[in-house]
């Protein structure tokens, strides 16, 4: 009842709703629910969208937590980066690893996506380190702040990088 809640505001806030239409067409208890196409298409995107990311989440919650980290992160949504390194599957592993914490806590699952996101926090390609900083921040705001302490000078002068320890970008 509260998925179909989630999806009927998420119609009448957001202009396209074709995904939210996909979901709320299919979540039926009685038949299966082929999440594939649907994923697909929001693993796809290159581009950040709240839209995508909400729909991400509904379909995680639907599903439950075994076929998040099992089926999905493992065998779908963690391979495509390692073969691409997109930033934006970073974020979704980010998100996925939120959504399991507030869930479980840090279940060994969860700790597992986490250890992988920090990995992150070192690497050239800045994109992959701010996005890994400001998902290790929810988790150990120390060594956020270590990654900060040593990143000031080389991003320093950017807007974003004052907030990324004080706010929630995400």
Known sequence: MLLSYQVLIMKRTNDSTDIVSKIQDEMDLFEPF???????????DNEFSHFKTASLRI?????????TYNIFTVQTLY???????????LFYMGVICTLGYKNFGMHESVQSIFDEI??????????LS???????????????GQWC?????????????????SKNMF
């Not at 391979?79 to 599957?89: A, G, K, M, N």
């Not at 920090?118 to 994109?127: I, Q």
């Not at 302490?149 to 990088?161: I, M």
């Open 34 to 44: 082929d999440v594939n196409g649907l994923c697909s298409t929001i693993l796809a």
């Open 59 to 67: 379909i995680c919650s639907f599903m439950d937590w075994n076929w």
């Open 79 to 89: 391979p495509q980066f390692v073969e691409s390194s997109r930033p934006i599957l």
């Open 118 to 127: 920090k990995t992150f926090l070192d690497k050239e390609n800045h994109e």
């Open 149 to 165: 302490a040593k990143n000031r000078e080389k991003y320093g002068n950017q807007p974003w990088f004052e907030q990324i320890l």
């Open 130 to 144: 701010v996005i890994a900083c400001s998902f290790v921040k929810n988790f150990d705001l120390d060594l956020a």
